[in-house]
């Protein structure tokens, strides 16, 4: 599998499986259509607050990932939040996820790596605990505008 960087010519397909994952049961809500468009458009130009990535084999678009990047002064510097790995269904169950946070764990320096899933989401938690990765006993809050 190749990990890429979204281009333009992505953007339909981006799209369509990103609307696939937030109609999921890997999300607690689904999201606005110009809130994808939105970001499409960020990653394309170059934005310091993140990244998306393709995965692809044999010219076959396999799945995606979203990056989002914070500093922590707790961690002691950069965050890389897992925001999104999406696996189309004819593709899954081939460690495509794994192969993702594997990249990002080498090609993304940061003093931490941070994810989120849904309590009901043992298959993502058992990959997200095979990584190394430790859940974390926090309550989240947010504001949104």
């Known amino acids: 599998m190749t990990i890429r960087k979204i281009t333009k010519n992505d953007k339909h397909i981006y799209t369509e499986m990103a609307r696939d994952f937030y109609s999921?049961?890997?999300?607690?809500?689904?999201?606005?259509?110009?809130n994808i468009l939105h970001?499409?458009?960020l990653f394309l130009e170059g934005t310091p607050y993140?990244?998306?990535?393709i995965f692809e084999e044999d010219g076959n678009i396999?799945?995606?990932?979203?990056?989002?990047?914070?500093?922590?002064?707790e961690a002691g510097g950069r965050v890389v939040w897992i925001e999104e790995i999406y696996v189309k269904a004819e593709y899954r169950g081939r460690g495509l996820g794994s192969e993702f946070l594997e990249f990002?764990?080498?090609?993304?320096?940061?003093?931490?790596y941070r994810l989120?899933?849904?309590?009901?989401?043992?298959?993502?938690a058992?990959?997200?605990?095979?990584?190394?990765?430790?859940?974390?006993?926090?309550?989240n809050y947010k504001l949104d505008r």
């Open 62 to 73: 396999l799945g995606y990932g979203v990056l989002a990047y914070t500093h922590s002064q």
């Open 39 to 41: 970001s499409f458009d």
């Open 24 to 34: 999921s049961p890997a999300v607690l809500e689904n999201i606005p259509e110009e």
């Open 116 to 124: 989120e899933t849904e309590p009901e989401n043992e298959r993502a």
């Open 50 to 53: 993140g990244d998306a990535f």
């Open 104 to 112: 990002v764990k080498e090609s993304i320096p940061a003093r931490r």
């Open 126 to 139: 058992a990959l997200y605990r095979r990584h190394g990765f430790e859940h974390f006993e926090y309550v």
